[in-house]
């Protein structure tokens, strides 16, 4: 199976920022829509943001609207998650995700996952 990395995450502090990418391997995210999802200790998947392969469409959970922007870079199979504003609650592992063209919010949209990336938002 195919697997997605996902880097940048680190400890930051609140109202600060931080760049997530996500790179696959040459040609397997074409024609996909790309997700991030966020896991924090105890507490379930959580959808936070999707793209489809133009980059035309964009979705984003409530939470984070306004601060985080979601986009991508088809050419070097690269996703990215720029997270402005910080806050506590934005702490969790985030990962990144690849699958049908058309997105959703839901884990089971997504065929392909990366390990993960830790957000820790200090106050």
Same mark, same amino acid.
């Given at each position: #199976?195919? #697997?997605?990395?996902? =880097?940048?995450?680190?400890?930051? #502090?609140?109202?600060? !920022?931080?760049?997530? !990418?996500?790179?696959? !391997?040459?040609?397997?995210? %074409?024609?996909? @829509?790309? @997700?991030?999802?966020?896991?924090?200790?105890? *507490? %379930?998947?959580? $959808?936070?943001?999707?793209?489809?392969?133009? =980059?035309?469409? *964009?979705?984003?959970?409530?939470?984070?609207?306004?601060? $985080?922007?979601?986009?991508?870079?088809?050419? *070097?199979?690269?996703?990215?998650? #720029?997270?402005?504003?910080?806050? =506590?609650?934005?702490? @969790?592992?985030?990962?990144?995700?690849?699958? *049908?063209? $058309?997105?959703?919010? !839901?884990?089971?949209?997504?065929?392909?996952?990366?390990?993960?990336?830790?957000?820790?938002? =200090?106050?």
């Amino acid at each position: #199976q195919v #697997q997605l990395v996902e =880097s940048g995450g680190g400890l930051v #502090q609140a109202g600060g !920022s931080l760049r997530l !990418s996500c790179v696959g !391997s040459v040609g397997t995210i %074409e024609s996909y @829509a790309m @997700a991030w999802f966020r896991q924090a200790p105890g *507490k %379930e998947r959580e $959808f936070v943001a999707s793209i489809i392969w133009s =980059s035309r469409l *964009k979705d984003y959970t409530d939470s984070v609207k306004g601060r $985080f922007d979601i986009s991508r870079d088809n050419a *070097k199979n690269t996703g990215y998650l #720029q997270l402005n504003s910080l806050k =506590s609650d934005d702490t @969790a592992v985030y990962y990144c995700a690849a699958g *049908k063209a $058309f997105g959703g919010r !839901s884990p089971t949209d997504y065929h392909w996952w990366g390990q993960g990336t830790q957000v820790t938002v =200090s106050s």
